[in-house]
């Protein structure tokens, strides 16, 4: 599987943006996927994800009531709309993949239990 992230730039404070993450492969549908980030000289965390088909998310508490993480199985590609941004949520957004398998899906708060990357997109809000 082959993510590609995108959507990212600049936006001032209170503003929108939407990334998309657009992936390769037939089992794209079947897999779990999430969006992490990382600022500058900060580690990567995580900020969400959503079940194979869409019935199931999960949200750090820092986006809860901001961001909204969605999926078109048919065109093989996820989306965050983050909406209220905040200067704090300046960072590069990765999105991931993995087949979960037997893992509960609660535990993909782990960037390590994701088999696939994307590349990034800067997110930048201006205060």
């Known amino acids: 599987v082959q993510l590609q992230a995108s959507g990212g730039g600049l936006v001032q404070a209170g503003g929108s943006l939407r990334l998309s993450c657009a992936a390769s492969?037939?089992?794209?549908?079947?897999?779990?996927m999430g969006w992490f980030r990382q600022a500058p000289g900060k580690e990567r965390e995580f900020v969400s994800h959503?079940?194979?088909?869409?019935?199931?998310?999960y949200y750090a508490d820092s986006v809860k009531g901001r961001f909204s993480i969605s999926r078109d199985n048919a065109k093989n590609t996820i989306y965050l709309q983050m909406d209220s941004l905040k200067a704090e949520d300046t960072a590069v957004y990765y999105c991931?993949?993995?087949?979960?398998?037997?893992?509960?899906?609660?535990?993909?708060?782990?960037?390590?239990?994701?088999?696939?990357w994307g590349q990034g997109t800067q997110v930048t809000v201006s205060s």
């Open positions: 991931a993949a993995d087949p979960q398998g037997s893992n509960p899906q609660a535990m993909f708060v782990m960037g390590p239990l994701y088999a696939y």
């Open positions: 492969g037939r089992t794209f549908s079947s897999y779990l």
């Open positions: 959503i079940s194979w088909n869409g019935g199931s998310t």
